[in-house]
């Protein structure tokens, strides 16, 4: 496709369980950023790719987030034992190197309940 | 204090008005987005710049480095601006191949248009 898009679009989930949210960047973009927002509040940025390898993990909320990105391309973000403050819009962006400007996907709901 | 302050918050306008939204920010950076937020959700980035001035459409994005300081320009403003206004900035890139980085994110300007 022409843009980032990302699966699935809504996800119900129950408190404890695993989650992982998919991202599909635009192709040929080596760069590759995880975002979140919840209800009422900013963006916050969670994690960044340069290729497969991830240089600033800084925004992982807890050692219950994880990322990985194979191929250069498709990106997993796993939530492990989900809790209701992990309840937010999950963003992926990409970008390549020439331009530096973020295409943003439409995101992934998840309420956890 | 949050690195990146927008202002106003919230602005209602009138179609056909000349829109400013504003942003200050406290650290140094490498370059500041624009990204608007559609009523929907979608996040659409407007413009990347490091300097100067940019200009597409109606929109126009200006940035002061010495006052660390951008503003975001609507003219002849349409009920379809009506967004959330997003200010973003990249601080100064480390040795990830030259121009990446996270974003620090302002809270946003919500910006209604009336017929």
């Known amino acids: 496709g022409a843009g980032v898009s990302q699966s699935p679009s809504n996800k119900v989930t129950e408190k404890g369980k695993d989650v992982e949210l998919r991202c599909d960047p635009i192709?040929?973009?080596?760069?590759l950023y995880w975002y979140r927002q919840s209800l009422g509040q900013g963006l916050e940025f969670l994690i960044y790719?340069?290729?497969?390898?991830?240089?600033?993990k800084s925004g992982l909320p807890s050692d219950r987030f994880s990322a990985e990105r194979t191929g250069g391309s498709v990106s997993t973000l796993t939530i492990q034992r989900t809790q209701q403050e992990d309840s937010a819009v999950y963003l992926c962006?990409?970008?390549?190197?020439?331009?530096?400007?973020?295409?943003f996907g439409p995101g992934t709901r998840l309420t956890v309940l | 204090k949050n690195e990146v302050e927008q202002s106003p918050q919230n602005l209602t306008a009138q179609e056909g008005e000349f829109i400013t939204i504003n942003c200050s920010y406290s650290?140094?950076?490498?370059?500041l987005h624009w990204l608007q937020q559609h009523p929907g959700g979608g996040i659409v980035s407007l413009f990347m710049?490091?300097?100067g001035k940019k200009k597409h459409g109606r929109l126009i994005a200006t940035i002061n480095i010495q006052e660390k300081h951008s503003s975001l320009h609507i003219t002849a403003s349409h009920p379809r601006d009506s967004a959330v206004y997003i200010c973003?900035?990249?601080?100064?890139?480390?040795?990830?191949?030259?121009?990446?980085?996270?974003?620090?994110f302002g809270k946003g300007t919500k910006l209604s248009v009336k017929p």
């Open positions: 962006a990409s970008s390549s190197m020439l331009s530096g400007l973020q295409y």
């Open positions: 192709s040929g973009h080596t760069a």
């Open positions: 790719f340069q290729g497969n390898s991830a240089p600033d």
């Open positions: 650290v140094g950076i490498s370059a």
């Open positions: 710049l490091s300097s």
């Open positions: 973003a900035v990249r601080p100064p890139s480390r040795n990830y191949g030259g121009s990446q980085g996270n974003l620090i």
